[in-house]
T-cell receptor
Framework: DSGVTQTPKHLITATGQRVTLRCSPR?????VYWYQQSLDQGLQFLIQ???????AKGNILERFSAQQFPDLHSELNLSSLELGDSALYFC????????????FGPGTRLTVT | GENVEQHPSTLSVQEGDSAVIKCTYS??????FPWYKQELGKRPQLIID?????GEKKDQRIAVTLNKTAKHFSLHITETQPEDSAVYFC????????????FGSGTKLNVKP
């Protein structure tokens, strides 16, 4: 157990809908990262937050947005969902924005029907 | 942008043999190279990492080597065991003002008993 928690574990929704995925970092970690892993695909970095501020952006679609709250938990919002958004979404945390070690949560499996 | 290529995509070895997975990267500013192990349906777990100021690092049966000039790094697993069977991802990360994260496409390792 990495200490990073994600909810929900599974999410099934229809195209066009909007969902929110939640992540709580390890105690003491200030940085949160979001990744998307499609079926049989590698990890795609989406976005990083540090202490409430956006720090880096990867291949994140405009339909997706994220934020990190004062208590350091983070939410990833996915809107106007498409079939291709079905994937595992992982969050990871690290101690600081420049910490080299990231610890992954168990992931949220999103299925868009 | 950065491109991390990982080979092979699948690797099958006999228990007790060694396994080698190779990655190449294009961004010469990349300075941190972690390796993750992901078992089916589970989260990626950091198994070993190396920084750009080090050429080799070993942890029991696992070792990583880095050749900065050639921009490639490799994961070596010796005395493989069935529980080593998983997908392994390499990554090249550039920690500057804005962090850049790039993952390889993964190698599915199968260790046959």
């Amino acid at each position: 157990d990495s200490g990073v928690t994600q909810t929900p574990k599974h999410l099934i929704t229809a195209t066009g809908q909007r969902v929110t995925l939640r992540c709580s970092p390890r105690s003491g970690d200030l940085s949160v990262y979001w990744y998307q892993q499609s079926l049989d695909q590698g990890l795609q970095f989406l976005i990083q937050y540090y202490n409430g501020e956006e720090r880096a952006k990867g291949n994140i679609l405009e339909r997706f947005s994220a934020q990190q709250f004062p208590d350091l938990h983070s939410e990833l919002n996915l809107s106007s969902l498409e079939l291709g958004d079905s994937a595992l979404y992982f969050c990871a945390s690290s101690v600081s924005e420049s910490s080299y070690e990231q610890y992954f949560g168990p992931g949220t499996r999103l299925t868009v029907t | 942008g950065e491109n991390v290529e990982q080979h092979p995509s699948t690797l099958s070895v006999q228990e007790g043999d060694s396994a080698v997975i190779k990655c190449t990267y294009s961004d010469s500013a990349s300075n941190y190279f972690p390796w993750y192990k992901q078992e089916l349906g589970k989260r990626p777990q950091l198994i070993i990492d190396i920084r750009s100021n080090v050429g080799e690092k070993k942890d029991q049966r696992i070792a990583v080597t880095l050749n900065k000039t050639a921009k490639h790094f490799s994961l070596h697993i010796t005395e493989t065991q069935p529980e080593d069977s998983a997908v392994y991802f390499c990554a090249a990360i550039r920690y500057l003002n804005f962090n850049k994260f790039y993952f390889g496409s993964g190698t599915k390792l199968n260790v046959k008993p």
